[in-house]
């Protein structure tokens, strides 16, 4: 049976900044109130026009570079976002056209910050069963546009941005890759971190003018509420990743945790006793972007050199749902 091990990652931010400076001339908020917060100093956002398809063009072609291979190679792509171009049909038909896939299939998955580790998990069965050689995985999000960027949208528009990242999931008979993956869901807290329009339950149409002026097309949260449960789930889920493997806290070579505030990331490494160079965090730079962190982080902690082969690399999210999930490799 084959191992599923990613042959290559490539990410891409969209060129537009937006400092915590730039956003206080929207809403009543500081830089320091978000700095001391979050740790985010900025994010990133597109123009208009531009979607989590279009972000995910230059990650994959970068992905692919790094692994060797073309468009042909790819069997099959899984698209994670919650913020898909369209409500129909999925981001990941958008970006087979776009990138002259061939007819492959193409899976848009929507577990919002723990999209990424799902599409691991999913390419990982279809790898071991030796049903494709090679998957495209993206994490890539639009979220600015679900922003608030009034004093009212103040507590979520601050922590939310745009980027995406793409890893290429190959076989290999090699002793490496992916050693688990374990995915979890809670739909009790479903309204604390929830996009309630346009949605299909509304009725005719989706969306209403009332819906707009009570602003349901924007992304909310009870951060409270979310954080406390975050503190919680994450250090939980990687300990069972940790377990299943009998592997040891000491011998993580990196966790690349979801990045959703630098405090939360703080907390899991005090509550897990890890060192700052076994812990990867780049929030300051792009804020949350969902889907997206984790493979952006992930490229740019192989860029840094913060990888090995051989190392043991974890990954960890939690989000809206709640759902959270972990993944081990052996790089
Ligand atoms: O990726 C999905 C998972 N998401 C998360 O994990 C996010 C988890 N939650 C959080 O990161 C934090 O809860 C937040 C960063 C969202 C908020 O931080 P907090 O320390 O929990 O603040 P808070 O919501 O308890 O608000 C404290 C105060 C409030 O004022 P009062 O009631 O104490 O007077 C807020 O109105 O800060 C106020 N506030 C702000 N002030 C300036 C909330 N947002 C802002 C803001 N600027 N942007």
Same mark, same amino acid.
């Given at each position: 049976m084959s191992n599923p091990y990613i042959s290559g990652t490539g990410y891409y931010l969209p060129p537009r900044v937006v400092t915590n400076e730039e956003l206080s001339n929207f809403m009543d908020t500081s830089n320091e109130w978000i700095l001391e917060r979050t740790g985010i100093e900025e994010r990133r956002y597109v123009e208009s026009g531009v979607g989590p398809s279009d972000l995910a063009i230059p990650a994959t072609e970068q992905a692919l570079l790094a692994a060797g291979l073309?468009?042909?190679?790819?069997d099959f792509i899984i698209f994670a976002t919650s913020t898909p171009d369209y409500y129909a049909p999925g981001s990941g038909c958008l970006l087979q056209e776009k990138m002259g896939f061939g007819e492959i299939g193409a899976l848009d998955v929507r577990v919002q910050c723990s999209g990424f580790v799902y599409g691991l998990s999913i390419a990982e069965q279809y790898i071991r069963t030796g049903m494709f050689k090679h998957i495209l995985l993206i994490g890539a999000e639009v979220q600015s546009t679900a922003m608030d960027l009034t004093t009212e949208g103040r507590d979520t528009a601050v922590i939310f941005g745009d980027g995406a990242g793409a890893a290429i999931i190959s076989a290999t008979e090699e002793d490496r890759g992916i050693l688990s993956t374990h995915l979890h869901t809670d /739909? !009790?807290?479903?309204?604390?971190?929830?996009?309630?329009?346009?949605?299909?339950?509304? /009725?005719?149409? !989706?969306?209403?003018k009332n819906d707009l002026d009570e602003g349901k097309q924007y992304l909310k949260m009870n951060g409270r509420e979310v954080f406390r449960h975050a503190v919680t789930r994450f250090p939980e889920v990687i300990i069972e990743a940790l377990k299943k493997n009998k592997i040891?806290?000491?011998?993580? /070579?990196?966790l690349i945790p979801h990045q959703a505030n630098l405090r939360i990331t703080q907390m899991i490494q005090k509550k897990m006793g890890l !060192?700052?160079?076994q812990v990867m965090s780049?929030?300051?730079?792009? /804020?949350n972007t969902t889907a997206g962190t984790i493979p952006i982080a992930l490229g740019e902690a192989i860029e840094e050199g913060r990888i090995s082969e051989g190392d043991i690399v974890v990954f960890a999210s939690f989000g809206s749902g709640f759902s959270w999930a972990s993944a081990v490799m052996k790089w």
């Open positions: 073309t468009v042909k190679d790819i /739909g !009790r807290y479903v309204k604390e971190l929830w996009l309630e329009a346009p949605a299909s339950k509304a /009725g005719h149409p !989706r969306i209403s040891e806290q000491k011998d993580i /070579g990196l !060192r700052d160079d780049n929030i300051h730079k792009y /804020g």
